[in-house]
Structure formats: structure tokens, C-alpha cells
């Protein structure tokens, strides 16, 4: 029996949804390279500002690292568990990475995902992937545009998905 707790404050989520609407679609780091599709509601915030960033070199790391087949996953996830337990502080910035560049965009890898997950075997970077789900879906159940914005529905549909497979399967 499992209970889970949100890990964020009353404030905090009851600012979710309030923020002034922004236009971009995408979300670009500061070498212009997208990171993924999100949409406008989901685009970055105070709490996932305040998140410790891992220098630019372990960022790019990270970022040609996650661009698995389905045939290397063990040796992706040996590289990812490595740099991920060089540094605790840098789970929360994957969880959001990872959540943003590959989950938000679609569920068609959701699977190779799981199991990349499954191997770095990490309890700590599996309840930061289910925090952030949560999070994100918070923030588009609060959306004012999610009743128009199907890239909204879309991007819902598959943080659902994600966290079924994270929590369920």
C-alpha cells in the first residue's frame, strides 16, 4: 500500500497554473538546442529554477547519452547511473530533463524508456520521475488553455501514460 506525499509546499501548489502566459512553445537551453516539446503551461517555474544544474559538460553528457536505441539501454544506463551517483543533486535536474525532452513528447518509446529506468535501478531518481509527473500534470490539470490547447491534451495524455508505466507496470 503505497501513499504518496506531494513534496511540494501549499504555496507552491497553489501557485501552480497562475503564471503569466509565455508564448514559446518549445523550451531551449542556452545553446538554442530545444529540449523538448512543452507547452507553454509547462514551461519552467520557480521550483524547477531553484534546481541545482550539473555543469554544461555533464548536461551535453547526459543529453548524447539519453539518445538510446533499443539495443544499448544496459550501457546507457551504466553511463547515466555513473554521473548520476557522482552527484546526488543531479537526479532532480535529470528527472526534469529526462521528463521534458523525451516524455512530454510522446509515448512511443515510453517502453525503451522503462526499461533504461529499471536498469539504472535508482529509488531515488524513481520517486524524482513520479514527483515531476505529478508536478507536470498538476500544472496542465491547471492550465486555463487545456480545454483548447491540444498540444496540452497531448502532452497530458503522455505524462499519464508515463507515470502509469512508472507506478503500475
Known sequence: ???WATPFTQKEINSVGKEKPKTRLFKQDE???FQGYL????????IIRNIPQPST???????????????NESEKAAEIKKILSSNKDYISWFSIYFIQAKICIGNNSHHTYIKLINEIDNN???K????YAVYYINKLL???????????KNVLKHLGSWLGLMTIA
Do not use: F
Open 142 to 152: 491547471a492550465s486555463k488553455t487545456l480545454e483548447k490547447e491540444s498540444k496540452e
Open 39 to 46: 507547452p507553454v503551461a509547462l514551461e519552467s517555474d520557480d
Open 128 to 131: 524524482e520521475l513520479i514527483k
Open 57 to 71: 559538460e555533464v548536461q551535453q553528457s547526459i543529453r548524447m547519452i539519453i539518445n538510446l536505441n533499443t539495443n
Open 124 to 126: 531515488d531518481l524513481n
Open 31 to 33: 545553446n538554442g538546442v
Open 1 to 3: 500500500n503505497k501513499s
